[in-house]
């Protein structure tokens, strides 16, 4: 039986959307894949590790992986549970026009510099949108289309995203803590209990993540955990049980951190696409 589910959402002229869900079952690196056009992965539940030669990276929600065009790449699911992502494929003439220079090699295909970059709340909500609506299929292809493009755009923006400079060793140190991370989004971990599982101190892994990902580890896990909520908000009825799920301490510490991070709250965001969650059950 294979790996991967693949549903197209929408194919156009303009951009094509796909739904990828992996069942993981591939703890190691598994056999060698290749690209055959530049395309853009949100990942929105689950991680997974793309290894690219010697480069390795760590696939969550807050991050957009760019695989590009006749490259060639492995996955491996160290964290069971599998993953699901959504994948973009936008017209390489017009995803040329979104792209900062600085973002890709010269030449006439579409190369991306960067494997991945991490990406802001607003960028996740998209995704979310976008999923939720194409599955249901509520949407028309222009306004899909749109949010696709608006997605890749906020993506590829110098203040809403973030490329990374770092050491080897320090890329490595935060990939453990991430993976450490998604290994159970609602447990209440503590930094003793991260550092231990990482072989560092607790100052030095706050002091290396904090300048690799430029926001501290604890504001990164809440966006992992934001970032589940929004998958799931089609399944829940009772908003409560869902924050105290993801491991919220309360309602109304998750209802702030939800408005805080995507400018409504859970319930706002469940009324705004109410004819999506009833179409998904």
């Known amino acids: ?120 709340p607003r960028a996740q909500a998209l995704v979310a949108l976008l999923r939720h609506s194409l599955n249901s299929k509520i949407i028309e292809p222009l306004e899909a289309e749109t949010l696709a493009l608006t997605l890749v755009r906020r993506s590829l923006g110098e203040r809403t995203s973030h490329s990374k400079a770092a050491s080897y060793g320090r890329q490595k140190l935060v990939d453990r803590a991430k993976l450490v991370l998604s290994s159970d989004l609602a447990r209440r971990w503590t930094l003793a209990e991260i550092a231990s599982e990482t072989g560092v101190s607790p100052v030095y892994l706050t002091q290396v993540f904090q300048q690799v990902e430029a926001v501290p580890l604890y504001r990164y896990q809440l966006r992992l955990r934001l970032a589940r909520a929004l998958d799931q908000l089609a399944h829940y009825d009772d908003l409560t049980m869902l924050s105290l799920d993801l491991g919220f301490s309360s309602h109304s510490h998750f209802s702030a951190a939800f408005k805080q991070s995507f400018g409504r709250t859970p319930a706002e965001f469940q009324r705004s696409v109410q004819p999506v969650i009833a179409a998904e059950r």
Request: proline share 3%; aromatic share 6%.
């Open 1 to 120: 039986m294979s790996q991967l589910t693949v549903r197209t959402l929408l194919q156009t002229e303009t951009v094509t959307i796909r739904d990828v869900i992996c069942r993981g079952e591939c703890r190691h690196k598994s056999e060698e894949e290749r690209s055959e056009l530049t395309h853009l992965v949100f990942p929105y539940r689950g991680v997974f590790v793309r290894h690219v030669g010697s480069n390795d990276a760590v696939a969550e929600a807050n991050q957009v992986l760019f695989f590009n065009q006749d490259e060639t790449y492995s996955v491996s699911h160290p964290v069971q549970g599998g993953d699901a992502c959504i994948s973009l494929t936008i017209d390489p003439k017009l995803l040329r026009e979104l792209a900062p220079a600085k973002l890709l090699h010269e030449g006439e295909a579409v190369i991306f510099r960067d494997k991945h970059r991490r990406i802001d």
